[in-house]
């Protein structure tokens, strides 16, 4: 009932799906459901509460348990939203396999542990896989579905159908792989950035303005393959025309950073000049990064029905 999984459950709930929210302590979810109570009425003030259902009718579609049997009865979809702990995650999942039927499907909120590491071993691993949404998911809808190499097709396909129908965007990754795609994009990125800083080529601000106020423009809307292809005549005209430069920037590219020391003291005090540490400041500011969220979104919906 952490932040992942309150937004889960709001997101579901908007779908007009009954949610069950499991937590080890009472408490911790007495907190989760005044947040997500608190949320939903800010939203539907602002006209942005998804789905058709009013905010009182989504909250009452949802439930709290600090019984796991109990919590996932009569489920057909089960969202883990653990710490990202391999140990922790096993365990819970191992408890499911334990009480589960042949129908459920077990999802994994996991960034980054492989569905091989989580579910090899499962009774239940052919119904097994990893739906990773991206912080916060009612905001962003995208969500990468990545099937252990047992996962049963018909898993992947009910899991991806039921994103579509609560209103998420689900991609299908074919299998595995460390980070999945979109930690892989974002690692590539944070990287270069850090390896520009470090040498003086930019400072921290203007680096992050390169993205807001440059690449990120077009990535609102379009991606990295759609954006070659717009800016010459399609896919192939861009690689004849950029190809040798491009390989030759790549080639200048250094190792791996190792993300501490000098440059993490440098970009870290710039960061805190423009965003102090400070729970209160920090929260103002995820508010505000998620009302800009909720009007792009909202912006994109209006794209896609025109």
């Known amino acids: 009932s952490g932040l992942i999984g309150c937004s889960w459950a709001m997101v579901f709930a908007a779908g007009g799906f009954k949610v069950n929210l499991y937590d080890i302590a009472q408490q911790q979810l007495t907190n989760a459901l005044e947040n997500i109570r608190k949320q939903m009425k800010e939203l539907e003030e602002s006209g ?5 259902l009013s905010a009182e009718q989504q909250l009452a579609l949802i439930s709290t348990c600090t019984d796991l049997k109990a919590a996932v009865e009569g489920a057909t979809f089960i969202q883990e939203c653990t710490p990202e702990n391999l140990e922790l995650k096993k365990k819970i999942f191992g408890q499911l396999d ?21 579910f090899t071993g499962l009774k239940h691993v052919k119904q097994c896989i990893v739906s990773h949404p991206v912080n916060p998911p009612y905001f962003v809808p995208l969500v990468e579905i990545v099937p252990h190499p047992e996962t049963d097709p018909s898993t992947t396909e009910r899991t991806y159908a ?41 400072s921290p ?26 800016n010459a005549e399609g896919i192939s005209n861009y690689c004849e025309r950029y190809r040798e430069g491009m390989r030759l920037v790549l080639n200048t590219f250094g190792p791996v950073p190792e993300f501490s020391g000098e440059i993490q003291q440098k970009i870290s005090q710039a960061m805190s000049e423009k965003i102090p540490v400070v729970p209160k400041v920090l929260d103002a500011r995820r508010k505000q990064r998620d009302e800009y969220l909720t009007g792009l979104a909202k912006l994109k919906k209006q794209m896609k029905s025109d």
Not at 191 to 201: D, I, M, N, P
């Open 205 to 230: 601000t203007d680096l992050d303005l390169v993205m807001s106020d440059g690449l990120g423009m077009r990535y609102a809307f379009i991606g990295p393959l759609e954006t070659m292809h717009l």
């Open 98 to 118: 334990l009480i589960v039927d042949d129908n459920v499907i077990l999802s994994s909120s996991t960034s980054c542990l492989l569905p091989s590491k989580l």
């Open 48 to 52: 942005c509460l998804r789905g058709t």
């Open 162 to 202: 039921l994103m579509k129908k609560i209103g998420q965007s689900p991609v299908k990754l074919n299998r595995e792989i460390e980070g999945f795609v979109l930690n892989r994009l974002q690692y590539a990125v944070i990287s270069e950035a850090w390896r520009l800083v470090g040498e003086g080529v930019i």
